[in-house]
């Protein structure tokens, strides 16, 4: 004989929780919280909100160092210690990638002046190279005069007549 589904009675039931769960995509989703806030706020307007830029490091300082002491805020994917080309030397900065972007913005509170082998380290958030900004800039400025000169030719022509019109009326009355 086919089993059939328990009574209502006997099926276990989840107790309610007095939580109010938010929507996907709402603009706030828990209002109270500082970190959260801020982390909305700051990924917003970054293309990668994952990577802080980390600076005045110590000539000494490794990458493992570095990534051990960025760890203590969340788990890290990369950290990169730049250095200069010629000499093979650091430069006293890299840039850590969270793998999470909260882990990122509690870096920035928790992190920025701490100390890292003796030097009281720098944590601010990557902002995009001021070349690849101004080439954006550019391109959009760009598409925005060839959309605009298309339609000012053919309204150009129609306003050029029309004021060499006004011109010539204009002497006529003199």
Request: proline share 6%; with cysteine; hydrophobic share 40%.
């Amino acid at each position: 004989s086919p089993q059939l589904p328990p009574p209502a009675s006997r099926r276990l039931s989840r107790p309610s929780i007095g939580m109010k769960v938010s929507r996907r995509g709402s603009r706030i989703s828990n209002p109270g919280n500082k970190i959260m806030d801020t982390n909305r706020r700051r990924i917003q307007g970054l293309a990668d909100p994952n990577k802080v830029f980390v600076g005045n490091l110590a000539w000494s300082t490794t990458k493992a160092e570095l990534k051990a002491f960025c760890e203590t805020v969340g788990p890290v994917a990369h950290a990169k210690i730049m250095m200069n080309r010629h000499t093979g030397l650091p430069k006293g900065f890299g840039f850590v990638r969270f793998c999470m972007p909260i882990s990122a913005t509690s870096a920035l509170d928790i992190l920025d002046g701490q100390e890292l082998n003796g030097r009281p380290v720098r944590v601010s958030a990557v902002v995009e190279q001021a070349s690849k900004v101004a080439a954006e800039v550019r391109a959009a400025e760009a598409a925005e005069a060839a959309a605009a000169d298309g339609g000012e030719e053919e309204g150009g022509a129609e306003d050029g007549g029309g004021a060499a019109a006004q011109d010539g009326g204009q002497e006529a009355e003199m």
